[in-house]
């Protein structure tokens, strides 16, 4: 089962941590609407709610009242291709002689049946067949025979995917990175303590100060006092493996991912589209909402250069930006929508094009991805039947040719409209005047890294980590560097 979700842990002195976690949540809504959860420690035990549902549908008022302690971790969770029901919900509890574990997971293993199948062979009693429980029985096995430094480090050595996990261990709130850095996670100061999440947003909502992500491989603990926390690196990669995917989606755009700020990434993805296959058209317009940010940076270098890459004459401003797309905002994600017939009426029901921006003009319509091609398709249609001329299809990013199996439920192959279609052909079932894409090489000058560095695995095919069937685009057998101790100064 690939998920992907949002998590969060706050450490507080002389604060409940239900509320704040709780506010958290509704700031990482956009990672994951099937199920939200909250798990805090009193110091004395765990309390612990997961519901079904969206965060304000998971809680009432008198749930909150119940999570005692100034530790806790939360979790949203994303829909999967898979079953639905809350066996999967999170935060995962476990109790056992060395106390309570709750743990919040964001990414996929890709070697947890192997492990659940070791475990349960040991005598371990697993509830569900995600990949969270896994981690969770592994842990607490761990911290039976080792400290918690030493347990967390048995485990990332046994785990293979990605992952982000906030784990509260007893009143101990903790923040773990894969090696390769493939899930985003970040480290907050609050007036009276510290946090870890997803995304930097919810650091925001708590009127809190983003301080660093989490390193590729680090532990961090939170301490108990709320004074600061402590670091701890325990396994080292020769490269990351950031997703870009990140950037170009799922991240909000007001949040700061491994030192990048999204909206800024795709404004500036925006001009390197416009460089790379800017058209000339009378208006270029946004599919909402994300693809705002990169039709506003698109637009920008629309208006310094033409689509040849020559200066605009002084009087000439360009493609003219605008509204074309007006959005209902109580139909969630069509990328998210679990049957073919759901996302294609969820087309429908999302957008509804402005007639004074369309009819009779030559249009570009900008979206950050083409996943299955349902979206694109109708919204062609859509802006045909509201007379546009033309429409030429710009996409912030790579042709998407194979599945994630780091933690995006995206599609299968057969169901990929690039996977075996050229983007010409993708064109002509789209019914667009043209169609161009983001070159991966736009994608690393951007973010400001070297291609080796991102999971690019959806866009090449080639993968971070060995997955059966698949390629790989490095030496994923190569062992541990080595693992050394920072402190929270460093």
Known sequence: MTEKCGVVGVSLDGREAARPLYYALYALQHRGQESAGIVTHDGFQQHSHVEMGLVGEAFEEGDLDVLKGGAGIGHVRYPTAGSVDSSCAQPFSV???????????????VNADEIREELAALGHAFTSDGDTEVIAHDLARNLLEEDLVRAVKRTMQRIHGSYALTICHDDTVIGVRDPVGNRPLCIGELEDGYMLASESAAIDTLDG????????????VLQADGDGFDSYQLLEREQTAHCFFEHVYFARPDSIVDETLVYEARRSLGRKLWEESGVETDVVMPVPDSGRAFASGYADAASETTADGESRAENDDGVEFAEGLMKNRYVGRTFIMPTQDERERAVRLKLNPIKSTIEGKTVTVIDDSIVRGTTSTQLVQLLKDCGAEEVHVRIGAPEIVAPCYMGIDMATREELIASDKTTDEI??????????????????EVLGTERIDLCLGCVTGEYPFDIDGEATDRDVTRPDLGGKTLHADD
């Open 427 to 444: 064109r002509e079932t789209i019914d667009a005047d043209s169609l161009a894409y983001l070159s991966t090489e736009a994608i690393a």
């Open 209 to 220: 100060e983003l301080v660093r992500d989490v390193r590729p491989g680090e532990l961090v």
């Open 95 to 109: 109790s056992f002689k060395s106390g309570s574990l709750g743990l919040s997971h964001n990414g996929n293993l």
